[in-house]
Nanobody, 119 residues
Framework: QVQLVESGGGLVQAGGSLRLSCAVS????????MGWYRQSPGKQRELVAS???????NYADSVKGRFTISRDNAKNTVYLQMNSLKPEDTVVYYC?????????????WGQGTQVTVSS
């Protein structure tokens, strides 16, 4: 059974940095495209960064140049380095495969990690 455990969120001032981590178990991690998503209240979850098994990355325009996604296939872990944080980055962040893992016909998500950026 797939399990996603996100960590590293917290409270930071605008302009600060955080590094999120996501440990993945129960899947052949190295072959998956992995991503970081975020969801603001009342909005759909959006993919903000993705990385292929070979290390090719892609970013949403809103985070390009500020966030960096990386992965360690030996540790089954994906990271998101977040720099120059803005108050609008305040939201819960989730990691998942791209597209998301599905269990029993539904998308499976971990608990996420809250990022709060104060102005």
């Amino acid at each position: 059974q797939v399990q996603l455990v996100e960590s590293g969120g917290g409270l930071v001032q605008a302009g600060g940095s955080l590094r999120l981590s996501c440990a993945v178990s129960g899947s052949i991690f190295s072959i998956n495209v992995m991503g970081w998503y975020r969801q603001s209240p009342g909005k759909q979850r959006e993919l903000v960064a993705s990385i292929t098994s070979g290390g090719t990355t892609n970013y949403a325009d809103s985070v390009k140049g500020r966030f960096t996604i990386s992965r360690d296939n030996a540790k089954n872990t994906v990271y998101l380095q977040m720099n120059s944080l803005k108050p609008e980055d305040t939201v819960v962040y989730y990691c998942n495969k791209v597209p998301a893992f599905r269990i029993a016909g539904r998308n499976y998500w971990g608990q996420g990690t809250q990022v709060t950026v104060s102005s």
